[in-house]
Structures are given as structure tokens and as C-alpha cells.
């Protein structure tokens, strides 16, 4: 009986050092899971219960032992993590603090992928070459940037500071700082000329070039339109 007991009594410490190391080592990616998510309610719940975070300490791990130029180890807890999280991250990717990956299912993260500081990646988002082309392959996103749920990102391009990509955009060439892209392929839409600081989180109301354009189109069609019909109107 004392013998259970002290197993009890040990498991329980081992839970809560693990607790605190993982609440120390990772602040800065749990800060930004209660920055980012109005569902998260307390450190406990996100450490237990958030595959996003889960999927990170994860890939820390693997990480450091495939920085150290140990074979094969790295990609077997890569893997496990995606089988646990449902988020692929490969070892050799290169990611910056306070990543934040929402639900997270289904999202890839390429080997030669470099992500920088404060980014959010919704569920469903490929971080992907185009080919089977060596060496730098996967794109560069800086800090600030928000990818939306189904977003594509391929090759070896660069995204830029603040940057939103909208649900389910592919983007395949370079994006400029503080702009958003929409669309298949994805098309660049500037913020009214004016640059937003910070991470930008709404991507529900995101400006569709397309519809912009046919808008445009549409109200030079109605000046014209005007235009004949006061000449009929006062031939003189």
C-alpha cells in the first residue's frame, strides 16, 4: 500500500514539474493562444487540451535533435506528433516565438518552411513546395502573419510583415508587407494605402479584387449610361 502510494505521489510530481517546465519553456506560444482564442480559459486547459501547442512542443523536441544531425529520430516524432495532433511539422522547418495554430488539423509545415515571430495559421493550411526541386523549396513568412482556414502557400517565396491570406488562397508568388491576398491564385489587396500594425485576426471581411474590379467596370458603365441619356435628353 505505502509502496502505491508513493508511485501515486511520484506520478503526480512528475505531472506537475511537467507542467511548470512546459508552462516556462512555451509562455510565449500559451501567451498567444490567450491573445488569439476567445475559447481558452485557463493555462491548465491550454496545456492539456490544445493539439496547436501540443504539436509545437512537439516539434521543439525534434527540432533540436535533427539540429543536432541525429538520423531518423527526428522524423519518428514528427510523425507521432501527426498522429496525435493531426499537424505536420517537419523537424527541419524553422519557427520563430509565439506561433499560434488554431484547431490545427490538417495542417503541413515543409522541411525548408521558415516562419518568423507572432504568426497564426488556422486549420488546414499548407506551408508546401511546388515540385521536387532540392534545397530551399518552402516559403519564408515573416512576422505578423495570419493564414486563414485552407490557405495554400507554395514554394520558395517570401511573405512579408503583416500579412492576412484568406481562407482557402493560394498564393504562389511574393507578398509585400502589410497586404492581404485573397483568392485562386491568390491576388494582392493593399489596406487602403494604410499600414496595420500588429496581428489582424478578422479574416471574414476580406476585399475581393474580382468583385472590385466588376464594380469599377459597372460604375463607369452607369456614367456612360448617363452621359447618353442627358445628351438625349438636351441634344444641344
Avoid: C
Wanted: no cysteine; glycine share 10%; charged share 20%.
Amino acid at each position: 500500500m505505502e509502496v502505491l502510494l508513493i508511485v501515486i505521489l511520484a506520478v503526480i510530481a512528475a505531472a506537475v514539474i511537467k507542467f511548470w517546465l512546459i508552462s516556462i519553456i512555451f509562455r510565449q506560444e500559451i501567451k498567444a493562444v490567450f491573445e488569439r482564442d476567445p475559447a481558452a480559459k485557463s493555462a491548465f486547459e491550454v496545456i492539456l487540451l490544445y493539439s496547436g501547442l501540443h504539436a509545437i512542443i512537439y516539434y521543439r523536441m525534434s527540432h533540436a535533435i535533427y539540429s543536432a544531425g541525429i538520423p531518423l529520430l527526428p522524423r519518428m516524432i514528427s510523425q507521432y506528433a501527426r498522429f496525435m495532433t493531426g499537424i505536420e511539422i517537419h523537424p527541419g522547418a524553422t519557427i520563430g516565438k509565439g506561433l499560434f495554430i488554431d484547431h490545427g488539423m490538417g495542417v503541413v509545415i515543409g522541411e525548408t518552411t521558415v516562419i518568423g515571430d507572432n504568426v497564426t495559421l488556422y486549420q488546414g493550411v499548407t506551408l508546401g513546395g511546388t515540385g521536387k526541386e532540392k534545397g530551399k523549396r518552402h516559403p519564408t513568412l515573416g512576422n505578423n502573419v495570419v493564414v486563414g482556414t485552407g490557405a495554400k502557400v507554395l514554394g520558395n517565396i517570401k511573405i512579408g510583415n503583416d500579412v492576412l491570406i484568406g481562407a482557402n488562397a493560394v498564393v504562389i508568388r511574393d507578398v509585400p508587407a502589410d497586404s492581404t491576398v485573397v483568392g485562386v491564385p491568390g491576388r494582392i489587396v493593399k489596406q487602403e494605402g494604410k499600414i496595420v500594425h500588429g496581428i489582424r485576426l478578422d479574416h471574414t471581411n476580406m476585399p475581393d479584387p474580382l468583385v472590385q474590379a466588376l464594380q469599377h467596370l459597372q460604375d463607369e458603365i452607369d456614367k456612360i449610361n448617363a452621359h447618353i441619356k442627358k445628351h438625349h435628353q438636351d441634344p444641344e
